[in-house]
């Protein structure tokens, strides 16, 4: 049985991680402030407002408030859904303006469209929202990958430590998790897909990841698909 879909993360896989920690973290910091200021009377960020105070147990609080709030949980690295989609309001007003483009290594697009090519379908799964992750790959620095991407999977669908959450994947795609291949650099993720049945590589771009047990390459450019097929 061959492989017929490959499951990417980004952070240290498909991008850098300090593109992600020193660029959109904070930028978002920066300028989320005068972005909500600015754009409180809009539906959604008016939405997410409420949902941010809902979050903090402040029905209350005033805008002011909800922005110190907002501050805090980004120091804090709060996974707050409302948080996250209003950076990813803020980073998508970034990009457009062209304050940044989206971080992905050398060897990234090439294999993608190889594996596209080859008739692998291509699919993200990130702790950052889809939102976010559409954003990087639509305003990449190699152009719009979005093309080659079938889908995208955040948190809303599991823990990525978690076997459950790669079985769901495996489900919504309807293939059996061994025709699956993710690809992350961190070895908890990969022990949690190997336990759903998925095959794994683990990338190394950094010297200091962690080594789990599973195949291990430095960049997309040593992946053979072929090699990790099974009969």
Known sequence: MSVRAIVMDI?????SIDF???VLFPYAARELPDFVRSHS??????QLLDEARIEAGEASANTERVIEILAKWIEQDRKAGSLKALQGLVWESGYR?????GHVYPDVAPNMKNWVENGIAL????????QAQKLLFA????????PFIRGYFDTRTGHKRDASSYRRIAQSLQLTPSQILFLSDTAAELDAATEAGMQTIQLARDKNVVRGAHTMVA???AISVASVDTE
């Open 97 to 101: 303006d062209g304050d940044f483009t």
């Open 11 to 15: 952070e240290g896989t498909t991008s």
């Open 123 to 130: 699919y993200v799964y990130s702790s950052g929202s889809v």
């Open 139 to 146: 305003h990449s620095a190699a152009g719009d990958l979005r």
């Open 20 to 22: 992600v920690h020193k």
């Open 219 to 221: 960049d997309f450019d």
């Open 41 to 46: 009377s809009d539906r959604e960020v008016l």
